[in-house]
Structure formats: structure tokens, C-alpha cells
């Protein structure tokens, strides 16, 4: 229940933020609603991977701060790649 509430969050925090919207679509890996559950969300290796490199371990939840922080320097890098 807590992990729902925490994806609930954080789904609602980039629903909020329409400028993170094509850096979320980037993310989010082709064929997704084939796996169940059908959620846009990226393949839980790299998430992994990204909350033990924030956190020092893949235990915890993404604080919706930090999940936003990271969006926003995506969107920075991205746009400086260009």
C-alpha cells in the first residue's frame, strides 16, 4: 500500500509539472503496456540503479523531491545536448 501511495505521488507530481512530460516519455521504455502491470514506468533495473546511486541503497522509495530534481536535470542536459 505505501509503495502505491508513494507511485501515486509521484505521479501526480510530474502530472503537475507539463514541462517534465517529454522527459518522462523519454524514459519510459517502448511496449510498456504489455507488461503487467500497463504503467508508463521505466524497467526497474535502471530504477535500481538510480535510487543506489541517490540513496546508497535500492531499499527505499524515491522522495518526490529528489524524483523531480532528477526530471528537471534531464531536461537541462537534454536540452544542452542539443
Do not use: N, Q
Amino acid at each position: 500500500m505505501a509503495s502505491r501511495l508513494v507511485s501515486y505521488r509521484a505521479a501526480m507530481g510530474v502530472v503537475a509539472r507539463p514541462h517534465l512530460w517529454p522527459v518522462v516519455v523519454r524514459l519510459v521504455p517502448t511496449g510498456w503496456w504489455r507488461r503487467w502491470p500497463p504503467l508508463p514506468l521505466p524497467p526497474a533495473d535502471y530504477a535500481k540503479f538510480r535510487t543506489e546511486t541517490m540513496y546508497g541503497d535500492s531499499g527505499g522509495p524515491l522522495d518526490l523531491t529528489d524524483l523531480i530534481a532528477y526530471l528537471e536535470w534531464c531536461r537541462r542536459m537534454g536540452s544542452a545536448a542539443r
